[in-house]
């Protein structure tokens, strides 16, 4: 079932969703992505629109931008009772290729974080500078390799991957703790 615009969304809101289901319908998906996509600046906590959304953008074969939406979607509401199927089209539209890449630096982050408690900072460091290199707007990835250059005493370095993880984080939650590390 198509769920219905949410009550705390305006009257304009809720016409241009209106609008959007409609050219769906008649298979204008153009039309239908630019309605959602204007409801959706008006309303960017709406789950539904980023579900709408990524539907039309994968009507149009705009794979990237549908698995952005798809994953917004799942980041809005985690409980969706058709998570499991929304996770299907995200592995569906994302190439194999890509995938193996993400399992990859999956396994490799972990290698990074058992050296990093093993005190093993050179081999730590090396590991996350290489995940960087194919990942590199992963905050975690910079914050980890921070913590192996401040075991080491590079700070220069340490301060430069600390920053990069609060402009990719945008306003982690940690962000105090660290100005006060890099400060010290």
Do not use: W
């Not at 994968?58 to 549908?66: K, V």
């Not at 290729?97 to 050296?115: I, K, P, T, Y």
Request: charge should be neutral; hydrophobic fraction near 40%.
């Amino acid at each position: 079932g198509t769920p219905s615009p949410r009550a705390g969304d305006d009257t304009v809101t809720r016409l241009l969703i209106g609008a959007g289901q409609e050219a769906s319908l008649q298979g204008e998906h153009a039309a239908a992505r630019d309605s959602f996509a204007l409801a959706a600046r008006r309303s960017p906590s709406n789950a539904n629109l980023a579900y709408y959304l990524g539907r039309e953008h994968e009507y149009l074969s705009a794979s990237t931008d549908a698995v952005r939406q798809y994953c917004r979607y799942l980041k809005l509401s985690p409980n969706a009772r058709d998570a499991d199927e929304v996770q299907g089209r995200i592995v569906r539209l994302v190439p194999r290729s890509q995938l193996a890449l993400a399992d990859e630096a999956r396994a490799n982050f972990s290698s990074g974080v058992a050296l990093l408690e093993r005190r093993q900072y050179i081999a730590a460091d090396s590991m996350f500078g290489s995940i960087v290199a194919q990942l590199p707007n992963t905050p975690e990835l910079y914050f980890n390799r921070a913590l192996s250059r401040v075991a080491r005493g590079e700070r220069a370095l340490a301060v430069e991957d600390f920053q990069k993880y609060v402009d990719l984080a945008g306003n982690p939650a940690d962000r105090a703790a660290i100005n006060t590390a890099v400060a010290g």
